[in-house]
């Protein structure tokens, strides 16, 4: 009887494996060409690739008309290498995601099998990282460095875990480094690895940490002095003025962890318990180093301004491996069918409460529609068109982009008494001078860089008129709810 259960339970976690798999691919390949945005920065995400399409550079000083997100320039000359044979558009950016994604869902698969050699452990670690789709804001797909930066991540992970020789060494440190041209947020998951390879006795843990220092630091010196300090000024000295809000301190610990996962969370835990008191220091240091980095980096990453639910996608492909390993051990450990079966049933108890509605996270037939009449309306207009939270609409209708509103507010936020002083005053000498014919802005209480600015609007130009006559339409699928909402005239 009991392994007829079993052998039930076995294939509930193939199913679940195959369904959340199933579901993401379903939502991704829907809204693949979806020609508006998913998420409200994609827009701009977007014009920073075309840039390198037109051969224009990436960092340069802000300005109205244009400032580059604070991210390095890895994902978006890999959009601009898909977009020379997709075309321009928003397809691009999600077919690197989307690809990223699937080479992440096989990484997973990989290194629980290495580690354990079995294939239930490797089906709970697909399944439950796949599962984690709505919880990281559906963002495995959307055009934006995340997916493509943990696909980096977790490559240079399952190398060093692995590999014994020198080149094994090499590979894991221009891999990392390669993620950090991704996403700076790599640092903070490198310093931990960095320490544990100072301490290990392991050659290609040595041949990784002078790898990836050595790397990292001739291709930064490298990058700065092509933009001429620009890239050193957008990916460090910017981020580094953002501040943590302590209500997300312990939210994340408390909702994001143990409510949400917390049964994939406490298995990493006891993973790395059993490996202390088996003294196998070599997979605990580096299991805790992975820790300490993707998690604690996810931790402080989502509690910054700004923060959001993407940023809890390393976390859960970390836990997703532990999680997986962790039920091997148990198994090694504890011989009793019983007690076997109870673990296989929390075990899907944590992955039956990842289950979703795909069609919940797809935009709709009258979203396309009115998105379409806003371009042809804004086409329409004699003059140019300011839309600083959604500038590729502008684009779209032959008008001249502007600088995204996220990017302006990174530099004012930033670097408040430095250049986001010229920055503002531009923008708003801008409104004065009635440059634009209309100005676009979003959803009231989604206040256009501040009080001030937004008030010259109301100053200088007529309205608002309401963009949409449907209170519910061309929303974002996912991140910040905003839309095109409120029409001033000249």
Known sequence: ???????????????????????????????????????????????????????????????????????????????????????????????????????????????VWKETRRILPVLVAVAFYAGTYPLSGTWFDVGRVDSLFLMWVLLAGLILRFSRGVLGGIAAGVVLSVAFFTKQTTLSMALPL?????????????????????????????????????????????????????????????????????????????????????????????????????????????AHLGGWANDLMPAHALLAIGFGVAIAEWEKRFKQESLKIALQVLVLLQLLTLVYSPRAYMPRPKDLTAGENLVQRLRAVDGEVFIPFHPYLAERAGKSASAHVGAVADVVRGDPNGLGIPLRTAIRQAIRDRVYKIIVLDTPGRVFLDEDTERLVHDYYRGPLPVFKDRDVFFPVTGWRTRPERLYRR
């Open 194 to 302: 960095l320490v544990y390879a100072l301490f290990s006795s392991r050659l290609s843990a040595r041949v990784f940490l002078i790898t990836f220092v050595g790397v990292t630091s001739v291709a930064v010196a490298i990058a700065s002095l092509l933009t001429h300090g620009w890239f050193v000024y957008y990916v460090f000295y910017l981020p580094s003025h953002f501040h943590v809000l302590p209500s997300r301190l312990w939210r994340f610990w408390k909702v994001n962890m143990l409510a949400y996962v917390g049964m994939a969370f406490w298995a990493y835990l006891l993973l790395m318990l059993w490996d202390a008191v088996d003294r196998r220091w070599e997979r605990f240091g580096l299991y805790t180093a992975l820790f300490v980095g993707m998690v604690g980096s996810a931790w402080l990453s989502w």
């Open 1 to 111: 009887m009991t392994r007829k259960m079993s052998w039930v339970l076995n294939t509930l976690f193939a199913f679940l494996a195959f369904v959340y798999v199933a579901f993401f691919l379903f939502v991704a390949l829907n809204r693949l060409g979806y020609p508006f945005e998913l998420e409200w920065v994609e827009g701009g995400i977007l014009l920073e690739a075309e840039r390198i399409l037109a051969g224009s550079p990436l960092y340069v000083e802000p300005s109205p008309a244009y400032v580059p997100f604070i991210y390095p320039p890895l994902y978006f000359y890999a959009v601009a290498a898909v977009s020379a044979f997709l075309g321009a558009g928003f397809t691009a950016l999600r077919v690197v995601s989307l690809v990223s994604t699937l080479l992440t869902f096989l990484l997973l698969g990989v290194w």
